[in-house]
Protein backbone atom coordinates (compact mmCIF):
# COMPACT_ATOMS: atom_id res chain seq x y z
CA UNK A 1 0.00 0.00 0.00
CA UNK A 2 1.34 3.45 -1.06
CA UNK A 3 1.66 5.63 1.92
CA UNK A 4 -0.34 8.14 2.41
CA UNK A 5 1.89 11.47 1.38
CA UNK A 6 2.83 9.30 -1.43
CA UNK A 7 -0.46 8.79 -2.16
CA UNK A 8 -1.52 12.69 -2.23
CA UNK A 9 1.55 13.94 -4.29
CA UNK A 10 0.65 11.57 -7.15
CA UNK A 11 -2.83 13.29 -6.75
CA UNK A 12 -2.37 16.25 -6.86
CA UNK A 13 -0.13 15.74 -10.14
CA UNK A 14 -2.76 13.89 -12.18
CA UNK A 15 -6.14 14.84 -10.67
CA UNK A 16 -8.62 11.78 -8.64
CA UNK A 17 -9.90 11.31 -12.02
CA UNK A 18 -6.32 9.71 -13.03
CA UNK A 19 -5.67 8.06 -10.19
CA UNK A 20 -6.80 4.49 -9.07
CA UNK A 21 -6.45 2.36 -5.90
CA UNK A 22 -9.24 0.23 -5.58
CA UNK A 23 -9.36 -3.67 -5.61
CA UNK A 24 -11.20 -3.63 -8.64
CA UNK A 25 -9.20 -1.38 -10.35
CA UNK A 26 -6.19 -2.91 -9.38
CA UNK A 27 -7.10 -6.45 -10.32
CA UNK A 28 -7.01 -5.37 -13.76
CA UNK A 29 -3.79 -3.97 -14.15
CA UNK A 30 -2.35 -7.12 -11.80
CA UNK A 31 -1.73 -9.37 -14.92
CA UNK A 32 -0.67 -9.17 -19.08
CA UNK A 33 -1.44 -12.12 -21.64
CA UNK A 34 1.20 -14.35 -19.46
CA UNK A 35 -0.79 -17.13 -18.01
CA UNK A 36 0.20 -17.97 -14.46
CA UNK A 37 1.88 -14.45 -13.23
CA UNK A 38 -0.10 -11.91 -11.52
CA UNK A 39 0.50 -9.36 -8.55
CA UNK A 40 -1.19 -6.70 -7.50
CA UNK A 41 0.26 -3.21 -7.67
CA UNK A 42 -0.76 0.08 -5.22
CA UNK A 43 -2.37 2.25 -7.64
CA UNK A 44 -2.73 3.16 -11.47
CA UNK A 45 -2.09 6.33 -12.81
CA UNK A 46 -2.96 8.12 -16.22
CA UNK A 47 -0.37 11.00 -16.65
CA UNK A 48 -1.25 13.44 -19.35
CA UNK A 49 1.74 14.70 -20.62
CA UNK A 50 5.65 14.20 -19.92
CA UNK A 51 6.08 17.20 -17.13
CA UNK A 52 3.40 15.07 -15.08
CA UNK A 53 5.30 11.70 -16.15
CA UNK A 54 8.65 13.56 -15.04
CA UNK A 55 7.16 14.49 -11.55
CA UNK A 56 5.73 11.03 -10.80
CA UNK A 57 9.02 9.74 -11.41
CA UNK A 58 10.59 12.05 -9.58
CA UNK A 59 8.25 11.23 -6.22
CA UNK A 60 8.81 7.25 -7.29
CA UNK A 61 12.56 7.55 -6.71
CA UNK A 62 12.62 9.83 -3.83
CA UNK A 63 10.02 6.68 -2.06
CA UNK A 64 11.43 4.22 -3.62
CA UNK A 65 8.25 3.14 -5.15
CA UNK A 66 8.30 1.03 -8.20
CA UNK A 67 6.85 2.34 -11.84
CA UNK A 68 5.61 -0.23 -14.60
CA UNK A 69 4.94 1.71 -17.32
CA UNK A 70 1.85 -0.39 -19.51
CA UNK A 71 0.87 -0.45 -23.03
CA UNK A 72 -1.97 -3.13 -23.76
CA UNK A 73 -0.53 -5.56 -21.51
CA UNK A 74 -0.15 -8.07 -24.99
CA UNK A 75 3.25 -8.78 -24.00
CA UNK A 76 3.73 -12.67 -23.43
CA UNK A 77 6.75 -12.47 -20.97
CA UNK A 78 5.32 -11.17 -17.70
CA UNK A 79 6.65 -8.13 -18.43
CA UNK A 80 4.35 -5.70 -16.76
CA UNK A 81 3.00 -7.51 -14.36
CA UNK A 82 3.74 -6.01 -11.09
CA UNK A 83 5.64 -8.12 -9.06
CA UNK A 84 7.00 -5.86 -6.14
CA UNK A 85 3.69 -3.40 -6.19
CA UNK A 86 4.31 -0.11 -6.81
CA UNK A 87 2.34 2.28 -9.75
CA UNK A 88 1.24 0.97 -13.12
CA UNK A 89 1.33 3.65 -15.17
CA UNK A 90 -1.08 3.71 -17.93
CA UNK A 91 -0.86 6.21 -21.43
CA UNK A 92 -4.49 6.37 -22.86
CA UNK A 93 -4.45 9.89 -22.10
CA UNK A 94 -1.03 10.21 -24.50
CA UNK A 95 -2.29 8.20 -27.79
CA UNK A 96 -1.64 11.33 -30.09
CA UNK A 97 -0.09 10.97 -33.38
CA UNK A 98 2.32 14.16 -33.41
CA UNK A 99 3.01 14.43 -36.97
CA UNK A 100 3.37 12.40 -40.20
CA UNK A 101 6.66 14.52 -41.92
CA UNK A 102 6.18 12.91 -45.58
CA UNK A 103 9.36 15.49 -46.50
CA UNK A 104 11.74 13.02 -43.65
CA UNK A 105 8.90 10.13 -44.34
CA UNK A 106 9.20 9.51 -40.09
CA UNK A 107 5.83 10.11 -37.77
CA UNK A 108 5.97 11.01 -34.31
CA UNK A 109 3.90 9.64 -31.86
CA UNK A 110 2.89 9.35 -28.18
CA UNK A 111 3.75 5.64 -26.34
CA UNK A 112 -0.03 5.44 -25.95
CA UNK A 113 -0.98 4.97 -29.72
CA UNK A 114 -2.27 1.96 -30.93
CA UNK A 115 0.16 -0.10 -33.56
CA UNK A 116 -2.49 -0.70 -36.42
CA UNK A 117 -4.27 2.92 -35.98
CA UNK A 118 -0.79 3.99 -36.92
CA UNK A 119 -0.23 1.93 -39.50
CA UNK A 120 -3.69 2.96 -41.10
CA UNK A 121 -2.60 6.41 -40.75
CA UNK A 122 0.32 6.59 -42.60
CA UNK A 123 -0.66 4.30 -45.59
CA UNK A 124 -3.77 7.16 -46.07
CA UNK A 125 -0.50 9.08 -46.96
CA UNK A 126 1.15 6.64 -49.11
CA UNK A 127 3.84 5.59 -46.52
CA UNK A 128 4.15 2.71 -44.54
CA UNK A 129 5.50 1.56 -41.31
CA UNK A 130 6.56 -2.24 -41.40
CA UNK A 131 6.63 -3.40 -38.09
CA UNK A 132 3.27 -5.76 -37.63
CA UNK A 133 3.33 -7.85 -34.25
CA UNK A 134 0.24 -10.22 -34.72
CA UNK A 135 -1.20 -7.84 -31.56
CA UNK A 136 -1.18 -4.75 -33.02
CA UNK A 137 -4.90 -4.28 -33.66
CA UNK A 138 -4.75 -3.82 -29.73
CA UNK A 139 -0.76 -3.26 -28.71
CA UNK A 140 0.66 0.86 -28.19
CA UNK A 141 3.95 1.68 -29.75
CA UNK A 142 5.52 2.10 -26.58
CA UNK A 143 4.70 -1.48 -25.49
CA UNK A 144 6.12 -2.47 -29.26
CA UNK A 145 9.71 -0.43 -28.20
CA UNK A 146 9.78 -1.68 -24.80
CA UNK A 147 9.28 -5.19 -26.35
CA UNK A 148 11.21 -4.26 -29.76
CA UNK A 149 8.47 -6.38 -31.08
CA UNK A 150 8.33 -8.40 -34.49
CA UNK A 151 5.90 -9.56 -36.54
CA UNK A 152 4.93 -11.64 -39.76
CA UNK A 153 6.90 -8.90 -41.94
CA UNK A 154 9.93 -9.34 -40.30
CA UNK A 155 12.02 -10.88 -42.73
CA UNK A 156 11.92 -8.30 -45.38
CA UNK A 157 11.74 -5.41 -43.27
CA UNK A 158 13.02 -5.99 -39.99
CA UNK A 159 11.21 -5.50 -36.45
CA UNK A 160 10.21 -2.04 -33.94
CA UNK A 161 13.97 -1.42 -33.34
CA UNK A 162 14.97 -0.90 -37.54
CA UNK A 163 11.97 1.92 -37.09
CA UNK A 164 12.86 3.81 -34.18
CA UNK A 165 14.75 6.64 -35.07
CA UNK A 166 14.41 8.80 -31.70
CA UNK A 167 12.83 8.88 -28.32
CA UNK A 168 11.91 11.20 -25.65
CA UNK A 169 12.64 9.52 -22.35
CA UNK A 170 12.06 10.30 -18.88
CA UNK A 171 14.76 8.77 -17.00
CA UNK A 172 14.50 7.36 -13.42
CA UNK A 173 15.77 10.59 -11.80
CA UNK A 174 13.49 12.39 -13.86
CA UNK A 175 15.23 14.10 -15.87
CA UNK A 176 14.25 14.16 -19.31
CA UNK A 177 16.06 13.15 -22.60
CA UNK A 178 16.09 13.13 -26.13
CA UNK A 179 17.88 10.73 -28.34
CA UNK A 180 18.00 10.64 -32.01
CA UNK A 181 15.85 12.54 -34.25
CA UNK A 182 15.39 12.53 -38.28
CA UNK A 183 18.51 12.01 -39.46
CA UNK A 184 19.75 9.25 -41.55
CA UNK A 185 23.46 9.64 -39.85
CA UNK A 186 23.86 10.30 -36.06
CA UNK A 187 26.82 9.00 -34.17
CA UNK A 188 27.33 11.88 -31.76
CA UNK A 189 27.98 9.96 -28.65
CA UNK A 190 26.26 6.43 -27.30
CA UNK A 191 23.26 5.14 -29.18
CA UNK A 192 20.86 5.63 -26.06
CA UNK A 193 18.37 4.48 -28.85
CA UNK A 194 19.05 0.99 -29.34
CA UNK A 195 19.49 0.85 -25.70
CA UNK A 196 16.20 2.26 -24.43
CA UNK A 197 14.75 -0.15 -27.48
CA UNK A 198 14.00 -3.58 -25.90
CA UNK A 199 14.86 -2.31 -22.74
CA UNK A 200 11.21 -3.56 -21.30
CA UNK A 201 11.13 -0.26 -19.13
CA UNK A 202 13.88 -1.42 -17.02
CA UNK A 203 15.44 1.78 -17.57
CA UNK A 204 13.39 4.55 -18.18
CA UNK A 205 9.66 5.91 -18.83
CA UNK A 206 9.45 6.48 -23.45
CA UNK A 207 7.01 9.34 -23.51
CA UNK A 208 7.25 9.93 -27.23
CA UNK A 209 9.28 8.36 -30.77
CA UNK A 210 10.30 9.15 -34.16
CA UNK A 211 9.70 6.26 -36.54
CA UNK A 212 10.51 5.84 -39.48
CA UNK A 213 8.35 5.11 -42.68
CA UNK A 214 9.11 3.69 -46.14
CA UNK A 215 6.36 4.30 -49.42
CA UNK A 216 4.44 1.87 -49.60
CA UNK A 217 4.65 -1.01 -51.73
CA UNK A 218 2.82 -1.19 -55.62
CA UNK A 219 1.68 -4.94 -55.07
CA UNK A 220 1.47 -7.63 -53.07
CA UNK A 221 0.68 -11.64 -53.49
CA UNK A 222 0.38 -14.14 -51.44
CA UNK A 223 0.47 -18.32 -51.80
CA UNK A 224 0.37 -21.21 -49.73
CA UNK A 225 2.28 -24.23 -50.24
CA UNK A 226 1.56 -27.71 -48.59
CA UNK A 227 4.00 -30.26 -47.54
CA UNK A 228 3.92 -33.67 -46.32
CA UNK A 229 6.40 -33.32 -43.79
CA UNK A 230 8.87 -30.70 -42.05
CA UNK A 231 12.06 -31.46 -43.93
CA UNK A 232 10.14 -30.80 -47.29
CA UNK A 233 9.36 -27.14 -46.19
CA UNK A 234 12.51 -26.30 -44.27
CA UNK A 235 14.20 -27.30 -47.33
CA UNK A 236 12.24 -24.94 -49.27
CA UNK A 237 12.58 -21.91 -47.35
CA UNK A 238 16.43 -22.59 -46.96
CA UNK A 239 16.53 -23.12 -50.97
CA UNK A 240 13.86 -19.56 -51.06
CA UNK A 241 17.28 -17.41 -49.41
CA UNK A 242 19.78 -19.03 -50.79
CA UNK A 243 18.29 -17.79 -54.28
CA UNK A 244 18.21 -14.14 -52.97
CA UNK A 245 14.92 -13.78 -52.59
CA UNK A 246 13.51 -12.09 -49.54
CA UNK A 247 9.60 -12.01 -49.17
CA UNK A 248 7.79 -10.03 -47.17
CA UNK A 249 5.80 -13.04 -45.47
CA UNK A 250 7.24 -16.69 -44.91
CA UNK A 251 5.63 -18.38 -42.17
CA UNK A 252 5.29 -21.85 -41.11
CA UNK A 253 2.15 -23.79 -39.38
CA UNK A 254 2.54 -27.17 -38.36
CA UNK A 255 -0.47 -29.87 -38.73
CA UNK A 256 -1.74 -29.44 -35.31
CA UNK A 257 -1.85 -25.54 -35.64
CA UNK A 258 -3.45 -25.82 -38.91
CA UNK A 259 -6.21 -28.08 -37.42
CA UNK A 260 -6.86 -25.62 -34.91
CA UNK A 261 -6.86 -22.07 -37.05
CA UNK A 262 -9.11 -23.63 -39.21
CA UNK A 263 -11.82 -24.84 -37.34
CA UNK A 264 -11.50 -21.08 -36.06
CA UNK A 265 -10.94 -19.09 -39.33
CA UNK A 266 -13.16 -21.87 -42.02
CA UNK A 267 -11.71 -20.21 -45.00
CA UNK A 268 -10.69 -23.49 -46.32
CA UNK A 269 -7.30 -23.95 -45.12
CA UNK A 270 -5.81 -27.85 -45.42
CA UNK A 271 -6.09 -29.67 -42.34
CA UNK A 272 -4.14 -33.09 -43.38
CA UNK A 273 -1.24 -32.08 -44.62
CA UNK A 274 2.31 -32.32 -42.48
CA UNK A 275 3.30 -28.74 -42.83
CA UNK A 276 2.60 -24.89 -44.86
CA UNK A 277 4.49 -22.27 -45.58
CA UNK A 278 2.66 -19.12 -46.14
CA UNK A 279 4.62 -16.67 -48.46
CA UNK A 280 3.97 -13.31 -49.19
CA UNK A 281 5.98 -10.97 -51.81
CA UNK A 282 5.53 -7.29 -52.07
CA UNK A 283 7.12 -4.71 -53.93
CA UNK A 284 7.25 -3.10 -57.80
CA UNK A 285 4.46 -5.63 -60.32
CA UNK A 286 6.90 -7.44 -61.89
CA UNK A 287 9.25 -8.19 -59.46
CA UNK A 288 6.38 -9.65 -57.39
CA UNK A 289 5.47 -11.92 -60.06
CA UNK A 290 9.26 -12.91 -60.51
CA UNK A 291 9.59 -13.55 -57.59
CA UNK A 292 6.42 -15.49 -56.71
CA UNK A 293 7.18 -17.49 -59.74
CA UNK A 294 10.63 -18.67 -58.66
CA UNK A 295 8.86 -19.58 -55.29
CA UNK A 296 6.78 -21.84 -56.33
CA UNK A 297 8.92 -23.64 -58.50
CA UNK A 298 11.48 -24.15 -55.19
CA UNK A 299 8.56 -25.71 -53.71
CA UNK A 300 8.00 -27.75 -56.05
CA UNK A 301 11.52 -28.83 -56.20
CA UNK A 302 10.91 -29.72 -52.69
CA UNK A 303 8.03 -31.94 -53.31
CA UNK A 304 5.13 -29.78 -52.51
CA UNK A 305 2.01 -31.38 -52.62
CA UNK A 306 0.61 -28.00 -53.89
CA UNK A 307 0.44 -24.49 -54.35
CA UNK A 308 -2.39 -22.17 -53.87
CA UNK A 309 -1.77 -18.75 -54.86
CA UNK A 310 -4.11 -16.18 -53.67
CA UNK A 311 -6.50 -14.91 -56.68
CA UNK A 312 -7.24 -11.33 -55.02
CA UNK A 313 -5.95 -9.42 -52.29
CA UNK A 314 -9.33 -10.62 -49.79
CA UNK A 315 -8.10 -13.81 -50.15
CA UNK A 316 -4.44 -13.04 -49.45
CA UNK A 317 -5.65 -10.95 -46.40
CA UNK A 318 -7.52 -13.64 -45.11
CA UNK A 319 -4.85 -16.44 -45.08
CA UNK A 320 -2.80 -13.85 -43.25
CA UNK A 321 -5.66 -12.85 -40.90
CA UNK A 322 -6.14 -16.86 -40.00
CA UNK A 323 -2.11 -16.86 -38.95
CA UNK A 324 -2.26 -13.95 -37.30
CA UNK A 325 -4.91 -15.53 -34.99
CA UNK A 326 -3.34 -18.84 -34.21
CA UNK A 327 -2.65 -18.17 -30.80
CA UNK A 328 -6.15 -17.11 -30.52
CA UNK A 329 -7.29 -20.36 -32.42
CA UNK A 330 -5.04 -22.57 -29.47
CA UNK A 331 -6.49 -20.95 -26.97
CA UNK A 332 -9.91 -22.46 -27.59
CA UNK A 333 -8.38 -25.93 -26.74
CA UNK A 334 -7.63 -25.63 -22.93
CA UNK A 335 -8.13 -23.14 -20.26
CA UNK A 336 -3.95 -22.69 -20.42
CA UNK A 337 -2.06 -21.39 -23.20
CA UNK A 338 1.43 -20.78 -23.16
CA UNK A 339 3.24 -19.34 -26.53
CA UNK A 340 6.78 -18.96 -26.44
CA UNK A 341 9.44 -18.03 -29.59
CA UNK A 342 12.51 -20.36 -29.14
CA UNK A 343 14.60 -19.06 -32.15
CA UNK A 344 17.10 -21.02 -33.97
CA UNK A 345 19.24 -20.47 -37.66
CA UNK A 346 16.31 -20.45 -40.42
CA UNK A 347 19.01 -23.43 -41.73
CA UNK A 348 17.52 -25.45 -38.44
CA UNK A 349 13.75 -24.97 -38.44
CA UNK A 350 12.81 -28.82 -39.16
CA UNK A 351 15.68 -29.96 -36.99
CA UNK A 352 14.07 -27.56 -34.35
CA UNK A 353 10.55 -28.25 -34.68
CA UNK A 354 11.43 -31.77 -34.76
CA UNK A 355 13.64 -31.92 -31.39
CA UNK A 356 9.90 -29.59 -30.11
CA UNK A 357 7.80 -32.44 -31.31
CA UNK A 358 10.22 -35.19 -29.38
CA UNK A 359 10.04 -33.21 -26.12
CA UNK A 360 6.30 -32.96 -25.92
CA UNK A 361 5.68 -36.75 -26.51
CA UNK A 362 8.72 -37.14 -23.65
CA UNK A 363 6.78 -34.81 -21.03
CA UNK A 364 3.46 -36.02 -22.71
CA UNK A 365 2.10 -32.47 -22.90
CA UNK A 366 0.35 -31.41 -26.21
CA UNK A 367 2.38 -28.31 -27.97
CA UNK A 368 1.87 -26.90 -31.91
CA UNK A 369 4.10 -24.99 -33.34
CA UNK A 370 3.93 -21.96 -35.94
CA UNK A 371 5.69 -19.31 -36.38
CA UNK A 372 8.55 -16.77 -38.91
CA UNK A 373 10.40 -19.23 -40.81
CA UNK A 374 12.29 -16.74 -42.61
CA UNK A 375 13.88 -15.63 -39.73
CA UNK A 376 13.99 -18.78 -37.72
CA UNK A 377 11.62 -17.44 -34.69
CA UNK A 378 9.18 -20.43 -33.68
CA UNK A 379 6.40 -20.53 -31.74
CA UNK A 380 5.80 -23.95 -29.66
CA UNK A 381 2.64 -22.87 -28.20
CA UNK A 382 1.27 -25.31 -25.42
CA UNK A 383 -2.01 -25.78 -24.28
CA UNK A 384 -2.73 -26.97 -20.81
CA UNK A 385 -4.22 -25.79 -17.74
CA UNK A 386 -2.72 -24.19 -14.72
CA UNK A 387 -5.31 -26.01 -12.24
CA UNK A 388 -3.54 -29.40 -13.16
CA UNK A 389 -0.05 -29.24 -10.83
CA UNK A 390 1.89 -32.19 -12.10
CA UNK A 391 1.00 -31.28 -15.88
CA UNK A 392 2.50 -27.76 -15.41
CA UNK A 393 5.36 -28.60 -13.75
CA UNK A 394 5.99 -30.95 -17.02
CA UNK A 395 5.13 -28.11 -19.54
CA UNK A 396 8.08 -25.85 -17.65
CA UNK A 397 10.86 -28.87 -17.86
CA UNK A 398 9.83 -29.23 -21.36
CA UNK A 399 9.84 -25.68 -22.02
CA UNK A 400 13.58 -25.51 -20.47
CA UNK A 401 14.59 -28.02 -22.84
CA UNK A 402 13.32 -26.62 -25.76
CA UNK A 403 15.01 -22.94 -24.98
CA UNK A 404 18.42 -25.36 -24.66
CA UNK A 405 17.83 -27.11 -27.61
CA UNK A 406 17.58 -23.82 -29.01
CA UNK A 407 20.78 -22.49 -28.17
CA UNK A 408 22.49 -25.63 -28.45
CA UNK A 409 21.46 -25.06 -32.49
CA UNK A 410 22.88 -21.69 -32.61
CA UNK A 411 19.70 -19.62 -31.23
CA UNK A 412 18.67 -18.04 -28.59
CA UNK A 413 15.99 -18.19 -25.69
CA UNK A 414 13.71 -15.46 -27.17
CA UNK A 415 13.55 -13.84 -30.94
CA UNK A 416 10.76 -11.37 -30.03
CA UNK A 417 8.99 -11.77 -26.91
CA UNK A 418 11.33 -10.18 -24.83
CA UNK A 419 12.55 -11.51 -21.39
CA UNK A 420 10.41 -9.93 -18.61
CA UNK A 421 9.76 -12.75 -15.87
CA UNK A 422 9.30 -15.78 -18.20
CA UNK A 423 12.78 -16.18 -19.50
CA UNK A 424 15.02 -14.54 -16.93
CA UNK A 425 15.75 -17.75 -15.37
CA UNK A 426 17.33 -18.79 -18.76
CA UNK A 427 19.30 -15.65 -19.73
CA UNK A 428 22.60 -16.40 -18.52
CA UNK A 429 22.16 -19.84 -20.56
CA UNK A 430 22.26 -17.30 -23.67
CA UNK A 431 24.44 -14.29 -22.42
CA UNK A 432 26.77 -16.06 -20.03
CA UNK A 433 27.51 -14.91 -15.90
CA UNK A 434 29.44 -12.09 -17.45
CA UNK A 435 27.08 -11.10 -20.25
CA UNK A 436 23.92 -10.92 -17.28
CA UNK A 437 25.99 -8.95 -14.94
CA UNK A 438 27.54 -6.25 -17.36
CA UNK A 439 23.30 -5.95 -18.00
CA UNK A 440 23.28 -5.22 -14.20
CA UNK A 441 25.71 -2.96 -13.98
CA UNK A 442 24.01 -1.01 -17.12
CA UNK A 443 20.81 -1.44 -15.25
CA UNK A 444 21.79 0.50 -11.87
CA UNK A 445 23.60 2.99 -13.38
CA UNK A 446 20.63 4.16 -14.71
CA UNK A 447 17.96 3.06 -11.80
CA UNK A 448 20.03 2.89 -8.68
CA UNK A 449 16.85 2.58 -6.62
CA UNK A 450 15.42 -0.31 -8.55
CA UNK A 451 12.28 1.36 -9.23
CA UNK A 452 11.81 0.94 -13.19
CA UNK A 453 10.31 -2.26 -13.24
CA UNK A 454 11.84 -4.12 -10.89
CA UNK A 455 12.00 -8.26 -11.09
CA UNK A 456 12.06 -8.73 -14.96
CA UNK A 457 14.77 -9.89 -17.13
CA UNK A 458 17.40 -10.41 -13.77
CA UNK A 459 16.01 -13.76 -12.08
CA UNK A 460 16.84 -14.13 -8.44
CA UNK A 461 18.05 -17.64 -9.23
CA UNK A 462 19.16 -18.88 -12.65
CA UNK A 463 17.83 -22.36 -13.12
CA UNK A 464 20.74 -25.03 -13.84
CA UNK A 465 21.26 -25.49 -17.82
CA UNK A 466 19.12 -28.52 -19.08
CA UNK A 467 22.04 -31.02 -21.12
CA UNK A 468 20.16 -31.89 -24.35
CA UNK A 469 20.70 -35.24 -25.57
CA UNK A 470 22.78 -35.81 -28.87
Not at 241 to 265: H, M, R
Not at 295 to 324: D, F, K, N, P, W
Not at 385 to 397: L, Q
Request: aromatic fraction near 6%.
Amino acid sequence: MLDKLVKQKLISIVGKDNFFDSEEDLVVYSYDATPNFQAMPDAVIRPRQTKEIQEIVKICNEFKVPIVPRGSGTNLCAGTCPLEGGIVLLFTHMNNILEIDEENLTVTVQPGVITLDLINAVEEKGLFYPPDPSSMKISTIGGNINENSGGLRGLKYGVTRDYVMGLEVVLPNGEVIRTGGKLAKDVAGYDFTRLMVGSEGTLGVITEAILKLIPIPETKKTMLALFDNLEGAGAAVQSIISNKIIPATLEFLDQGTLEVVEDFAKIGLPTEVGAVLLIEQDGPREIVERDMKKMAEICEQSHALSIQVAQTVEEGLALTTARRAALSALARKKPTTILEDATVPRSKIAEMVQAINEIAQKYEVEICTFGHAGDGNLHPTCMTDARDVDEIHRVEEAFAEIFAKAIDLGGTITGEHGVGVMKSPYLAWKLGEEGVSAMKTLKFAFDPHNIMNPGKMFAKETKKRVVVQK
